[in-house]
Every structure is written in structure tokens, then in C-alpha cells.
């Protein structure tokens, strides 16, 4: 198997309505890594575009705009862990053979119908995600003595990343009282546990070793992917138990297990924090604490959670996601990451999940 | 899927069973997960356990609400009745189709 860099990326400004189409949004994280590589156009193997959009034949559309030919080119879709999906996909084909180069992007806009699995029909009428994620937050209450205030400051932590990040759609502050007293949802879910699905885009490229080598002093290596899919709907994911993610746990372990990595040695996280309670739930499932004990879970001296503002800070244009979250560990990694450098890190993961937990992927990325 | 929507809107929640294994196949499908068999439509005894619940203020779903396990199979419905509580025996009154498409289920708590 052959190694595989990221090498550059970008991520457009997070918006809650831009005046760009889809495949304008695409195309600007993509001109963004054009413009400041060394790679030219023709020598990209292959475009992928993760989005939930409907809109057809789109990784080609973006191809088209950017006068880029490459021998590959599609659509991957995983409703919220699309953009992971896609670097997994890239990854493959580079470490293959198949490909040298793949540009991954992905983009998406507020309006998308993603935010809704109107197939599964175990949800009854409580279709929307913040029921689900409700429901696992009761639990974790009921069972392990966590509490509203313990979800609201995560919240509050991932606003204050934000602030920094001046791509993220929330860059102010907020405290605990505005968590505490802003509308409530569903009990025990307040408005400020929420993400916010809005408009973006973010891209990054992948390289295989001697094309890296020659791109970069500097590659950020996938040391490590997992990933499991347990099935689509909530009658499936529920049946373990409401207070922990089986997608997530798995997923972790085969990233620990290629990177011969383990929790203790990750320096930096971008989780999967859709909802506060996901926050919770991945520090126990990707081993950060024991079982319960996420809700205390007191992290500043260990690892660096979520520095870019996470996706209750930034926003959660869906099917850019996971390629925001993967940008910003590279980021950092390379030490590019600006005013929000988390000074001496060397390796990173990302953890991304989809519909309630359904499937989840982890990569594991190292200096 | 269209025949188990025809009972819903006659308020009548029925479950496909394999054929074969006699596995009961949630979310509806007429094949078979596990054998991969032709499954049948089946009557279903509508009685199950609470094993979450909390309270909706979302516009036209608000109320108590949870997820009930129907001898295997999950779901996510409205939950009436007094008190409610964890692991409490409750069963389906009602199911149809909302206005929007969506499939409603309702349960009442039994009393203890």
C-alpha cells in the first residue's frame, strides 16, 4: 500500500445564505488550493464531491468550471459524513496505484433536504435529527448523572474556538446562561446545542508519497482510517444502548489499530459535536475517558478539542464537513493554522458521523 | 412498502416476517435482512416498552414522545397517559399518516 499526504486545502466562509450556487461554493476551496500549490491542474487523477445535494452529475459540473480533466470523477453522498467518506474513497485510490492526485471537495447549501432521512420510518413523525439526539441525551442523563449545564458548556467551549475561526458562521461568544435560557427544542435540548446546517465548502488534496514529497516540505500523512456503518435507521442504531455511538467505538479502534496510535497519543480532535450531547458521547466512545465520565470530562491539559469552533461554532454545511474538520487537523498539524496554532502538536484525528450515529468514520492524521 | 402504508392508513400497524426464518423485518421490506427470503405482511400485537422518553416543543410535534421496543423492533412515537417512566409497558393506539407524509405512532402507558 502506498503512503498518502494532504498536502494543501481551503474552506470558504460558512454563511447561513451566500449568493453562490452549489458548484460556485465548490469551486472556491478548490481555487484556493489551486492558486497556492504547486500542483497544476493536469496533474490531478481524480475529482470526488461530497455533497447531499440532489443535483446531478455535479463532480463533473465542478471539473468543467475549474477546466480540470481528470481520469476520475463522481458524487459521494453519506448525508453528515459524506466529506470523511470521500478522503476514505481518495485514499484508496491513491494508495492503490490507481491515482496520485485526488482532489476531494465538498459543499453544501442551508436549503438541502439531507437534514431529514425520510426513509426510515422507525422515527415516526420525529423526523428531525435534535429528537434523536434528545433521546440520547436523557439517557445519558438518567444513566450516568450528566447534567444540562455539563452540555451547555460545551457548547460555550466550541463558540469560544469559533471566535478565532474566520470562517465559522458564529464567531462571538456566548456563556452558559445563553446556552442555559436560549429556546428550548427538545427537553433537555436547548437552541444553543444545536448546530446550525448552513451554506459551505471546503476541499482538500490528497498526494501520493513521491508526488508529496515533491509538493511540500511539509505533508500532513493519513496514518489511520476506521470506519463501520451499522445500518440507516434509528430502530437499528438503538439497539446497544442510547448512551453510546457502536459506529464511532468501532471506527476508533481500526483507526488506533492501522496508526498504531492509541487515545493517549492524540494531541488534537475535531469531533462530531452536531448536537452537545454527540461531544459527550465521542470522548467516551473514541476512548478520550471511561464510560459515563464524558460529561466531566475536563480535557485542556490533554488534547485539544475542536479548535476550529467545531460544528456548533463554524456551522454544518453537510457535505463539507468532514473535509472542514480534516483541513483544520492538517492545519494545525503543519502549523498554519494561525490565531487558533495549538502550539506543538503531531497528531490529529477526525471524527465524523451520520443519521443518529448510523455509520461513523475516524482518521487518524500524524507529522 | 406500499401494502404496509395501505394499513397505516387504515390505522393498522402490521410487520413483514420472513417467510423462511420467521425474522420481523423493521423498517418494512419484503426481503428478508438475515435469509434473504420473500417476507410476508403480518399482524402485529402493538404492545412494547418505554425505554426513553422526553418532551417535544417543536411546532406541530409537541408533546411527550419516545422510543418503544415491540419485541425487537423500534420506534419512535407519541406517549400519553401519567405518569411515564422508564422501562414502563405501553401500547400502540393509534398510527396513520401526517399531512406531510410522515407516519405518526401513538402509545398510552399502562397504568401500574
Same mark, same amino acid.
Given at each position: ?70 481520469? &476520475? ?46 426513509? %426510515? ?163 467516551? %466512545? ?76 475516524? &482518521?487518524?492524521?500524524?507529522? | ?112
Amino acid at each position: 500500500m502506498h503512503n498518502v499526504a494532504v498536502v494543501s486545502y481551503g474552506t470558504s466562509k460558512f454563511s447561513k445564505e451566500s449568493n453562490l450556487s452549489l458548484f460556485e461554493l465548490a469551486c472556491q476551496p478548490c481555487i484556493e488550493i489551486l492558486k497556492k500549490n504547486k500542483i497544476t491542474k493536469d496533474k490531478i487523477d481524480a475529482v470526488l464531491f461530497s455533497t447531499c445535494s440532489p443535483e446531478q452529475y455535479g463532480s463533473n459540473i465542478i471539473c468543467e468550471m475549474l477546466d480540470i480533466h481528470p481520469r &476520475i470523477s463522481h458524487r459521494i453522498e453519506s448525508l453528515c459524513n459524506s466529506g470523511t467518506n470521500a478522503i476514505v474513497s481518495a485514499y484508496s485510490y491513491i494508495s492503490s496505484g490507481l491515482c496520485d492526485s485526488v482532489l476531494v471537495v465538498g459543499a453544501e447549501k442551508a436549503s438541502t433536504p439531507a437534514n431529514r432521512l425520510i426513509w %426510515d420510518i422507525s422515527r415516526g413523525s420525529f423526523t428531525y435529527p435534535v429528537c434523536w439526539a434528545a433521546l440520547f441525551a436523557r439517557a445519558h442523563m438518567r444513566k450516568y448523572g450528566t447534567t444540562e449545564e455539563q452540555m451547555a458548556m460545551i457548547s460555550v467551549m466550541n463558540h469560544i474556538g469559533a471566535e478565532k475561526n474566520p470562517n465559522a458562521l458564529f464567531k462571538h461568544k456566548i456563556t452558559l446562561t445563553d446556552v442555559m435560557h436560549s429556546r428550548k427544542i427538545v427537553e433537555p435540548i436547548k437552541l444553543l446545542d444545536c448546530s446550525y446546517t448552513c451554506d459551505g465548502s471546503s476541499a482538500v488534496l490528497l498526494l501520493s508519497e513521491h508526488k508529496a514529497k515533491e509538493a511540500t516540505d511539509n505533508p500532513v500523512w493519513i496514518k489511520g482510517i476506521g470506519q463501520h456503518t451499522v445500518g440507516a435507521s434509528f430502530n437499528k442504531v438503538t439497539h446497544d444502548d442510547l448512551t453510546t455511538n457502536r459506529a464511532t467505538r468501532i471506527a476508533a479502534q481500526m483507526a488506533y489499530n492501522m496508526s498504531d496510535f492509541s487515545p493517549h497519543d492524540i494531541d488534537i480532535v475535531e469531533l462530531h459535536d452536531a448536537f452537545t450531547i454527540l461531544q459527550i458521547l465521542a470522548y467516551e %466512545d473514541l476512548g478520550f475517558t471511561e464510560k459515563g465520565e464524558g460529561g466531566k470530562f475536563d480535557h485542556q491539559n490533554e488534547i485539544a478539542i475542536n479548535p476550529r469552533g467545531g460544528i456548533l461554532g463554524c456551522g454544518h454545511p453537510l457535505g463539507a464537513t468532514g473535509l472542514a474538520q480534516t483541513a483544520e487537523v492538517a492545519a494545525q498539524l503543519s502549523e498554519k493554522a494561525g490565531k487558533r496554532q495549538i502550539k506543538g502538536c503531531k497528531t490529529g484525528l477526525v471524527h465524523n458521523l451520520a443519521a443518529a450515529g448510523t455509520s461513523a468514520t475516524v &482518521i487518524i492524521l500524524g507529522v | 412498502m406500499q401494502e404496509f402504508l395501505d394499513y397505516i392508513r387504515k390505522g393498522e400497524f402490521r410487520i413483514y416476517v420472513c417467510a423462511s426464518c420467521k425474522k420481523k423485518i423493521w423498517p418494512p421490506s419484503q426481503y428478508c435482512p438475515g435469509c434473504l427470503s420473500k417476507a410476508d405482511l403480518k399482524k402485529f400485537e402493538g404492545k412494547g416498552i418505554l425505554l426513553e422518553f422526553t418532551f417535544s416543543y417543536l411546532k406541530n410535534i409537541e408533546g411527550m414522545f419516545g422510543i418503544v421496543d415491540m419485541s425487537g423492533i423500534r420506534l419512535v412515537g407519541s406517549v400519553f397517559g401519567r405518569p411515564l417512566r422508564h422501562g414502563m409497558e405501553v401500547t400502540m393506539i393509534n398510527c396513520g399518516i401526517n399531512s406531510d407524509g410522515s407516519i405518526f405512532y401513538h402509545f398510552k402507558g399502562h397504568k401500574v
